[in-house]
């Protein structure tokens, strides 16, 4: 099992900028893959951000404005989020696998854990 502790969401002005954290701990596979997902209300989840082995994914709609690291020393993945918009208010999760081959959005991995989610909330 591994467990997710997500940190750094909140309500945010439109152009601000927000920086989420989730730190894994537990049985963490030694070559693993985590990442960024978020689910408006009525929408489905969609991937925002990924690190892979060698490769990082993230989504049309947020390239430019956010990134995505790791520290690997300390399990933890981060989102930068700048230039916040409106349409990024979602509750945001961040994401563990064991990684095997290929991007976030299309490789193959297994055991496949979820946190518990925090919101971002962006005003106009």
């Known amino acids: 099992q591994v467990q997710l502790v997500e940190s750094g969401g909140g309500l945010v002005q439109a152009g601000g900028s927000l920086r989420l954290s989730c730190t894994a701990s537990?049985?963490?596979?030694?070559?693993?893959?985590m990442g960024w997902y978020r689910q408006a209300p009525g929408k489905q989840r969609e991937l925002v951000a990924g690190?892979?082995?060698?490769?990082?994914t993230y989504a049309d709609s947020v390239k430019g404005r956010f990134t995505i690291s790791r520290d690997n020393l300390k399990n933890t993945v981060y989102l930068q989020m700048n230039s916040l918009k409106p349409e990024d208010t979602a509750v945001y999760y961040c994401?563990?696998?064991?990684?095997?081959?290929?991007?976030?959005?299309?490789?193959?991995?297994?055991?496949?854990?979820w946190g518990q989610g925090t919101q971002v909330t962006v005003s106009s």
């Open positions: 690190i892979s082995v060698g490769t990082i």
């Open positions: 994401n563990h696998r064991r990684y095997y081959s290929g991007s976030y959005s299309s490789g193959r991995y297994d055991f496949n854990y």
């Open positions: 537990g049985t963490i596979a030694s070559i693993n893959a």
